[in-house]
Each structure stands twice: as C-alpha cells, then as structure tokens.
C-alpha cells in the first residue's frame, strides 16, 4: 500500500510539471530588438514584441504596432497577440484592467523583470507565476516609488 501511495505522487507530480509547462507562443514585450533586451516596464506600450515558441526559442521579432496608442493599447493587444498564437505575454507592469482583457483574449500576463530570453524560458518552464490585478498594483505603486526617488513625481 505505501509503494502504491509512494508510486500515485510521484505520478501526479510529474503529471502537474507537464501541466505547468507553456503551450503557445510566448511574447516579451521589450524596448530593444535584442533577446538580451531588458524586459518592458509598460508591455502594452512597448516598443517591441519579441515573440518565442512554447520551449523559449526566438521565432521573431516585431515592432509593437499599438506603442503609441495609450489609453488603449492594452485593449487591442490581446487580439493581436492571440492571432499570432500567443498565449502568454511577459511585461514588468500592466496598467488598468489590461490582466483581465489580456485573459479574456487567451493571452496570460506575467511580471518578470530581467533580460527577455531568461523571462521567455522560464515563463516555459512554467517557474514564473502569473499576473495578477493584484501584481499589477504592486508593480505600479514600485515603478511610482522608483520614479519618485529619481526625482521624476
């Protein structure tokens, strides 16, 4: 009974890691055209999208055709990305109710901050949480401090 028990979690374990994994493509929004690029504090002003397949591979690299679009970029990205294939987006901030619109189109939000191949594979990985309305706030009010600090508010 213990080795059945011992043999059901291993089983489930492996199961959920196969789960947690990325399916589609994976889009990081970016101010270079580079994967060494720093992630986007605003993904859905970003001046780029670079686009990875679901291992974390770069398949291509587009400008953000709604980079000047504010007040409603976050609205219009979600279709776009999803007609590309992509399900999940990674930016350092999503402003307003962009978490729930980017959801409502089948594109999952996630905050990383750091170099964009690195969010890329690990969002792939599935070791990186999602976005949350509440993430955002956060996001926000440390970008607000940040900017603070510099000097900027």
């Given amino acids: 009974m213990k080795v059945m028990s011992a043999v059901l979690v291993v089983l489930f374990l492996v199961i959920s890691l196969v789960f947690a994994q990325q399916r589609g493509k994976i889009c990081v929004a970016t101010k270079e055209k580079s994967s060494e690029a720093a992630v986007s504090d605003l993904a859905a002003l970003a001046p780029y999208f670079l686009i990875f397949d679901e291992k974390g591979n770069l398949v291509e690299m587009i400008d953000n ?16 990305l999803a007609e590309k294939g992509v399900t999940a987006i990674i930016g350092r901030d999503y402003c307003g109710d962009i978490v729930g619109i980017l959801k409502n189109d ?19 990985q599935g070791k990186v949480p999602e976005a949350t309305k509440e993430s955002a706030a956060v996001a926000n009010h440390k970008a607000a401090q940040e900017k603070a600090e510099k000097g900027g508010m």
């Avoid at 055709?65 to 776009?80: Q, T, Y």
């Avoid at 089948?106 to 792939?124: C, L």
């Fill in 106 to 124: 089948g594109v999952t939000p996630y905050n990383f901050q750091g170099g964009a191949a690195e969010a890329a594979t690990k969002v792939a």
């Fill in 65 to 80: 055709p709604f980079k000047d679009e504010k007040g409603r970029a976050g609205r219009l990205i979600g279709g776009f």
